[in-house]
Nanobody, 123 residues
Framework: VQLKESGGGSVQAGGSLMLSCACSGTTPNYHLMAWFRQVPGKEREGVAA???????RYLDSVKGRFTISKDDDKKTLYLQMHGLKPEDTAMYYCAADPRGIEFFELGGEFAFWGQGTQVTVSS
C-alpha cells in the first residue's frame, strides 16, 4: 500500500485548502482511511477518519470546518478544510489501516502512511 498526499500550502486564517491522498496497492473502500497531523515537538493527532461504509469521525477542534471524503473509483482520499486557523498549521499525513473505525477512536497506530504535506496558516 502506497499513499501520497498533495494539496498542502500556505493560506491566511479563514482560508480553505483541500488535501488529497492518492492510494496505490489498495483502494479506500478496503481500508479505514484517515488524516493525521503533527507539529514538531508535539504528538501526532488524528484529524478525521472514514471507513469503507462512509462512516466518519473527527477531532473535536475541526468539527464543522473539515470534511473527510473518498472516491473509491479514483482511489483517492480527501480532506476539505475551511475556516483554517493558525493552530491548524502542521504536517498532514494520510494513513490507512485494515481495522475498524474504532481503531482510530482508540488512537491506534495505523499500518500504512504517506510522507506528508505541509499546511501553514498565517494570522
Amino acid at each position: 500500500v502506497q499513499l501520497k498526499e498533495s494539496g498542502g500550502g500556505s493560506v491566511q486564517a479563514g482560508g480553505s485548502l483541500m488535501l488529497s491522498c492518492a492510494c496505490s496497492g489498495t483502494t479506500p473502500n478496503y481500508h479505514l482511511m484517515a488524516w493525521f497531523r503533527q507539529v514538531p515537538g508535539k504528538e501526532r493527532e488524528g484529524v478525521a477518519a472514514i471507513n469503507s461504509y462512509g462512516n466518519t469521525r473527527y477531532l473535536d477542534s475541526v468539527k464543522g470546518r473539515f470534511t473527510i471524503s473518498k472516491d473509491d473509483d479514483k482511489k483517492t482520499l480527501y480532506l476539505q478544510m475551511h475556516g483554517l486557523k493558525p493552530e491548524d498549521t502542521a504536517m498532514y499525513y494520510c494513513a490507512a489501516d485494515p481495522r475498524g473505525i474504532e481503531f482510530f477512536e482508540l488512537g491506534g497506530e495505523f499500518a500504512f502512511w504517506g510522507q506528508g504535506t505541509q499546511v501553514t496558516v498565517s494570522s
